[in-house]
Nanobody, 118 residues
Framework: QVQLVESGGGLVQAGGSLRLSCAAS????????ISWYRQSPGNEREWVATIGPHDNPTYAAPVKGRFTISRDNAKDTAYLQMNSLEPEDTAVYYC????????????WGEGTQVTVSS
């Protein structure tokens, strides 16, 4: 059973920083496309950033220039460095590991809460 465990969330003031981690169990990590999503109350889950097995990060417009996604395949861990946080970034942040070629898979973590106070 593959597990993704997010950590690093918390309460921070506007303008502050947090670094989220996503640790993967099993042997899937190096082959995975890793993404971060977020969901705030009353809103649909939205994509934040993606990094491929060989880097190539991409970002949603609201976080570009403030967030950085990275991965350490030796540690089976991905990260989301979040700087210049805004109250609008308040959400539960989820890690996703996906492989689009056979054998395919699509796994989610349980999320970590990020709260940004004004």
């Amino acid at each position: 059973q593959v597990q993704l465990v997010e950590s690093g969330g918390g309460l921070v003031q506007a303008g502050g920083s947090l670094r989220l981690s996503c640790a993967a169990s099993g042997s899937i990590f190096s082959a995975s496309v890793i993404s971060w999503y977020r969901q705030s109350p009353g809103n649909e889950r939205e994509w934040v950033a993606t990094i491929g097995p060989h880097d190539n990060p991409t970002y949603a417009a609201p976080v570009k220039g403030r967030f950085t996604i990275s991965r350490d395949n030796a540690k089976d861990t991905a990260y989301l460095q979040m700087n210049s946080l805004e109250p609008e970034d308040t959400a539960v942040y989820y890690c996703n590991a996906r492989k689009f070629t056979i054998p395919t898979f699509n796994f989610w973590g349980e999320g970590t809460q990020v709260t940004v106070s004004s």
